[in-house]
């Protein structure tokens, strides 16, 4: 009877506890802290990372800004972390070869520069003044030069005399039309003057262009992340020594661009990746290739490239002896293949090393016997470690969280890890991922506080025979018997892939279920982390097949007796726009639906957004082939746009380049004309990214107006 008594006070006091805490509020998202970019020390005593804090703007109580600044933590495991950097913003640590200095990069001026901080105490001192900025620091292995990279715009190479003390111009067409050799390049004398000659003419109009009276666009890709842009632009890399006076030289030249660039352990030469065709326009050039090159750049060398394919992510092993680095054809929706070869080898030497997953952030063991990797894989970000001998490729961490970032030093393994309980923390464990315990508070202690609402894992089989994860999360204060709101959540891409693992979404999730409304999300056919197969499951099938999977995930959330089949809504961005879009012109069970950035008209798409390769590498062509016309009109949602009586509400970002916004100005005037409820929330100055690194206010304005419109139709 004692012991009763005892369990039924134990069942009390968890019930009186969980109901002090409190539900995860919108502005819950300004206490999230993120952190990224983790390096250690060269003994592995030391961890510096960056965090990014959201912090009051200081002018107004409902604006907000970013914060980044760079924090240390011993790893010794009885440390807590301290701030390093203060004031202004600071990001992109690394550490010296002793391990006495550490290189970050701050704004100064409107452009990035590297600076200095010494542990002997001080105050950090500005390294780099460069004209172009200067950013991704990286130590040469005696600690006398940094390594830097910047991005030179094409009309600033021209005329540099440093970079371009030969006058050169691109062996390349600049592609405008009516011009050979790119012969408007070359230097002209003749004054500014509307109403003078041909060439006065020319020299009025280029004036125009820059003063930004007019935009010129002669190049294929001529939208960025923000805006048309019809400029170029290269990145190249810079050695400077480590005293502000040192002046700063370049070590890769021409009219192309380097992505990664680092120095081999003797510090002799330089590993580089890029694609360097003297010939096609880079935005015409997919390929990419692996250089090496002498430490000043010279004697630059191609170890792998071939016509058709990418080779990328060169990682040298500690020794200097292998190289590691993935592969895939262009113009291919494929999985990279991951492979090692003898740094003085060919392609013929090289050695694959396969595993069906996408893998980032390669890092050899000091002995060189493992690679490490994160990879999406079935809902989570594990950490793996590939035994280079046997092949065989272990799992260090769990598919219920996602590692973010990572670095390991003499058995000293530090990553960040996001967990359904908190978002971000900070964890050390040995090299085989054991032992493992978390070494900071940036987010528990706040979320001590809060009632959550824990996903649980799902699958069933869909119609092509594959397996699809689902999770179902039931409201915060879910209760037995009652009836809830049901929310379907889907994701983008459409190569992405939620699951406990994924940080973006984890607040909306919470967010949701502390209003009271249970969320179902599934990775149908298309997304990552399943397989080179999986991921082709839906080529020239966007609609019908991925909406029966997620549909499916909904329907078994359903068949579970809680959910009120009378409050069912829908919501999704980018890819998921398109398919909620699809849903409810085909599916008519949903009270409200809402749609973020999203693609609506295929062949629209094409022309308006930087994303348009995805129509020929899914489409099988151009919007003006028979056959991909065929396909893209039956694909596109706007084709069944009559058939949409769902109440809607669409967002877009008026700076959204990634998908294009006049789609969604089309979906909004075409449903308004046929009378339909449909609501349209453009946010001034939004980009593609404003839900998971925009404007804070705009964030939460988002999420909010999802919320409230979704209230309007199921109470």
Not at 21 to 30: E, F, H, P, R, Y
Not at 192 to 204: F, H, I, N, Q, S
Not at 227 to 236: K, Q
Not at 501 to 528: A, D, I, L
């Amino acid at each position: 009877m004692q012991r009763l008594m005892m369990c039924v006070c134990l069942l009390i006091s968890v019930k009186m506890l969980a109901q002090n805490k409190q539900n995860v509020a919108v502005t819950d998202m300004l206490k999230i802290q993120s952190i990224s970019d983790v390096t250690l020390s060269p003994d592995g005593s030391k961890a510096a990372f960056v965090v990014t804090a959201i912090e009051n703007d200081g002018t107004t109580k409902l604006e907000y800004k970013y914060v980044n600044q760079i924090w240390i933590v011993n790893t010794d495991g009885l440390d807590t972390p301290r701030q390093l950097t203060a004031k202004e913003n600071a990001s992109q640590p690394a550490w010296s070869p002793d391990g006495k200095q550490l290189a970050f990069v701050r704004t100064v001026d409107s452009k990035p520069q590297i600076f200095l901080l010494s542990f002997n105490g001080g105050e950090a001192i500005q390294l780099t003044k460069f004209k172009y900025g200067a950013t991704t620091p990286k130590w040469r292995p005696d600690g006398k030069q940094i390594l830097f990279t910047a991005n030179i715009p094409l009309t600033d190479l021209l005329k540099d005399s440093v970079l371009n003390a030969d006058n050169a111009i691109p062996a390349w067409s600049l592609e405008k039309p009516g011009f050979t050799h790119n012969e408007q390049l070359k230097a002209s004398h003749a004054k500014a003057d509307p109403d003078g000659t041909l060439e006065e003419v020319r020299a009025y109009l280029d004036n125009n262009v820059t003063d930004k009276k007019a935009r010129v666009m002669n190049k294929l890709n001529f939208q960025d992340e923000r805006n048309i842009n019809g400029d170029m632009g290269f990145n190249h890399y810079f050695v400077t020594g480590t005293s502000p006076d040192d002046v700063a030289t370049a070590v890769t030249h021409g009219f192309f661009s380097f992505s990664r660039v680092d120095f081999t352990p003797d510090g002799k030469q330089l590993i580089l990746a890029g694609d360097v065709d003297s010939i096609q326009h880079p935005n015409r050039s997919q390929e990419n290739e692996i250089f090496l090159a002498n430490a000043d750049g010279s004697q630059l060398h191609k170890i792998l490239g071939e016509e058709g394919k990418q080779f990328t992510t060169p990682t040298l092993s500690p020794s200097g002896k292998w190289l590691a680095f993935q592969f895939s054809g262009i113009n291919q929706v494929k999985i990279p293949q991951l492979a090692i070869m003898p740094i003085n080898g060919t392609a013929k030497d090289m050695v694959l090393l396969p595993f069906d997953r996408t893998k980032e952030d390669l890092l050899w063991s000091d002995d060189e016997k493992y690679l490490y990797f994160t990879s999406p894989s079935n809902g989570g970000f594990p950490l793996y470690q590939l035994n280079i001998n046997t092949k065989k490729v272990e799992q260090l961490t769990d598919y219920n969280s996602g590692i973010s970032s990572f670095d390991l030093i003499n058995n000293k393994l530090v990553f960040v890890k996001t967990e359904v309980t908190n978002p971000f923390e900070l964890y050390l464990a040995d090299a085989n991922g054991k032992q493992s315990q978390r070494i900071s508070n940036f987010n528990a202690a706040w979320l001590q506080g809060k009632q959550l609402s824990l996903p649980e894992k799902k699958t069933f089989t869909n119609n092509k025979g594959m397996t699809i994860e689902y999770w179902v999360m039931k409201p915060a204060n879910y209760e037995p018997g009652k009836k809830y709101p049901l929310l379907l959540e889907i994701h983008g891409g459409p190569t992405a892939m939620w699951g406990p693992g994924e940080n973006t979404m984890w607040h909306e999730y919470q967010f949701f279920c502390s209003k009271g409304y249970g969320v179902v999300y599934c990775n149908p056919r298309g997304s990552g982390g399943y397989g080179e197969n999986f991921l082709r499951a839906n080529i020239n099938d966007w609609g019908k097949g991925p909406s029966s999977d997620v549909l499916t995930a909904l329907d078994k959330t359903i068949s579970e007796g809680w959910a009120d089949t009378s409050k069912l809504v829908v919501t999704g961005g980018s890819y998921a726009g398109y398919l909620v879009a699809w849903i409810i012109a085909h599916d008519h069970r949903f009270k409200a639906a809402c749609s973020q950035r999203g693609v609506y008209d295929l062949g629209t798409f094409f022309g308006e957004g930087n994303a348009w390769r995805l129509v020929p590498l899914y489409f099988g062509g151009y919007p003006w082939e028979t056959t991909a016309k065929a396909n893209l009109q039956r694909e596109s949602p706007i084709t069944y746009i009559q058939n949409i009586t769902t109440p809607y509400i669409i967002f877009h970002g008026d700076n959204d380049r990634r998908t294009g916004f006049v789609e969604s100005e089309m979906m909004y005037r075409s449903l308004k004309v046929l009378g339909r409820p449909v609501e349209y929330i453009r946010h001034p100055n939004a980009t593609h990214e404003i839900t998971r690194s925009g404007d804070n206010r705009q964030r939460i304005d988002q999420m909010l107006r999802t919320w409230e419109f979704f209230e309007r139709w199921i109470n």
